[in-house]
């Protein structure tokens, strides 16, 4: 049974920094690429960050230079470190791991960020 566990969000100031960190179970982490994705109300949800099994990574043009994405396969978790954030960043994100052909997401948490 694969779980992808998100935590690390919250309430922030416009240009302060925020940690999520997502637990993966139920994959082998370590072969698995991982993803950040969110969706702000009344939008689609996007790709944020995505990142290899070997540590290659990508992201939305409009976070690059400001998150970074990360993972810890001793811990089988993924990070999103996201700095100098927006009001515009406001939005639930969320953890996927595709597997076997499926995708599976997290349950999400809630990022904002006030002007």
Do not use: H
């Amino acid at each position: 049974q694969v779980q992808l566990v998100e935590s690390g969000g919250g309430l922030v100031q416009a240009g302060g920094s925020l940690r999520l960190s997502c637990v993966a179970s139920g994959i082998i982490f370590r072969i698995n690429p991982m993803g950040w994705y969110r969706q702000a109300p009344g939008k689609q949800r996007e790709l944020v960050a995505r990142i290899t099994s070997d540590g290659n990574t990508d992201y939305a043009e409009s976070v690059k230079g400001r998150f970074t994405i990360s993972r810890d396969n001793a811990k089988n978790t993924v990070y999103l470190q996201m700095n100098s954030l927006k009001p515009e960043d406001t939005a639930v994100y969320y953890c996927n791991a595709p597997y076997w052909g499926y995708d599976y997401w997290g349950q999400g948490t809630q990022v904002t960020v006030s002007s």
